[in-house]
């Protein structure tokens, strides 16, 4: 129960981080913080390998939830609606890549200070997957490239795959920390107690 309770909590978080950074620009400004979604799905496809409830309704209602946000914001707040095309939909094959690298993290290795190195392989190959998924599909299905060719192709890789990787990668370096450090915490304070 203590398991299933700290999971919805982890849960509940990771919604509110990509709700309330999904809403701007996806590298952020200097008012905003860049666009976590990615980092969400790897984390939650981590954080929910073993939940007692289906996985498959947590990646749903993730992807339900990052749907909501943009209708929201383009609706609502004047967002542009340049990423709404037939290439959207290939955003399901991104995040479930993203979600799936996170499980087989989880299967294979804790975050702990000796497996930050293969989390760290895991993460940027799962990112970099995810770019040529969502990037691709936009150059060749969006509408918004005049005259696709490869020069073209290749500038856009090399303008926002540092950042959508470096930003993603932020993020999960960050949990990777905070996790670590509270399980750390949890563990002196278990062996402070036996001591008493």
Known sequence: ???????VGIFAALVLLMAA?????????????????????FLAGFYL??????????????????G???????AFRGVSD???????????????????????????QQ????????LAAVAWGSITAAFLISNTSYY????????????QYAAGIAKYYPPYLSCTLLYIACAAMLHVLLVNAGKNTAHSSERI
């Open 68 to 74: 909501g946000v943009d209708y929201y914001a383009i």
């Open 111 to 118: 975050m702990s200070w000796t497996g930050l190195g293969l």
């Open 21 to 41: 950074t999904r809403f701007y620009s996806h590298f952020g400004s200097a008012v905003s913080l860049p666009d976590a979604s990615l980092a969400v799905f």
């Open 49 to 66: 390998a073993r939940m007692a409830w289906p996985a498959a309704a947590a990646f749903i209602f993730l992807l339900l939830a990052a």
């Open 1 to 7: 129960m203590q398991l299933q309770n700290r999971q």
């Open 82 to 108: 340049a990423c709404i095309s037939p290439a959207y939909w290939f955003l399901i094959p991104t995040y479930a890549c993203l979600w799936y690298a996170g499980r087989w993290f989880a299967t294979r």
């Open 140 to 151: 060749l299905l969006s509408g918004h490239i005049s005259s696709p060719g490869l020069v």
